[in-house]
C-alpha cells in the first residue's frame, strides 16, 4: 500500500506541476479537484490503517507503546465509536500513565459515553488519572459530572486538583447553559 501511495503521488506531482500541453483555467482547476481528491482518498485510507494500529497498541505489552497509543487516538478518535470503545477500556489499564493518557484521550474525543468511566476515574488511586478525568470531564461537557466534580471541588485535599474541578464545572455550565 505505502508503494501504491509513493507512486500515485508521484505521478500526481509531475502531472500537477509538468503539465503535457496548454491548457485553460478550467482544466487546470479540474485537475486539481482530480488530484484533491485522489490525495485525500490515499490518505483517509492511511488514517484508517493507523488508527486500527493504534487501537491494537493499545494492547501492547510494552506500557509506553500502550501510553502513546491512547494519546494519538485522542488525536484522531472524534467520532469513532471504535476509538471510544478502545479508549473506556484503556481506562482499566494496570499501569496510572495509560489511564492517565487514556482519561486525556477521552476528554479530546468527547465521547458522553465515556463520562461514567470518567466519574468513576475521579477515585482513581493515581493523582494523575484523577487530575486527566477532571479536566476531560470539563471537556466532555455532560451535565452528569457537575455533581461528582463539585464533590472533589469541595474536598481534593489537592488545591490545584479542586481548582481544576471548578474549571471543569464552569466549563459544563457555559456548554449546556445551566
Do not use: H
Not at 118 to 147: C, M, P, Q, T, Y
Amino acid at each position: 500500500m505505502k508503494k501504491l501511495g509513493e507512486s500515485v503521488l508521484i505521478t500526481i506531482k509531475t502531472r500537477l506541476f509538468n503539465p503535457t500541453k496548454e491548457e485553460d483555467s478550467m482544466e487546470k482547476l479540474l485537475r486539481l479537484s482530480i488530484v484533491t481528491l485522489v490525495v485525500m482518498t490515499i490518505a483517509t485510507v492511511a488514517c484508517a490503517d493507523n488508527v486500527q494500529d493504534g487501537i491494537d497498541r493499545l494492547k501492547n505489552g510494552n506500557k509506553d507503546i500502550r501510553e502513546e497509543a491512547a494519546e494519538y487516538l485522542g488525536s484522531v478518535g472524534a467520532g469513532n465509536q471504535a476509538v471510544q470503545s478502545a479508549l473506556i477500556e484503556a481506562m482499566t489499564d494496570p499501569v496510572g500513565d495509560v489511564r492517565e493518557s487514556a482519561a486525556k484521550a477521552l476528554g479530546k474525543v468527547g465521547d458522553t459515553d465515556a463520562v461514567p468511566v470518567l466519574i468513576r476515574a475521579l477515585k482513581d488511586d493515581d493523582f494523575g488519572v484523577r487530575n486527566a478525568a477532571v479536566k476531560a470531564l470539563g471537556s466532555v461537557g455532560d451535565e452528569r459530572a457537575v455533581d461528582p466534580l463539585q464533590e472533589v471541588a469541595a474536598n481534593a485535599w489537592n488545591p490545584f486538583v479542586s481548582k481544576e474541578a471548578s474549571k471543569s464545572i464552569m466549563q459544563i455550565k457555559a456548554r449546556t447553559g445551566n
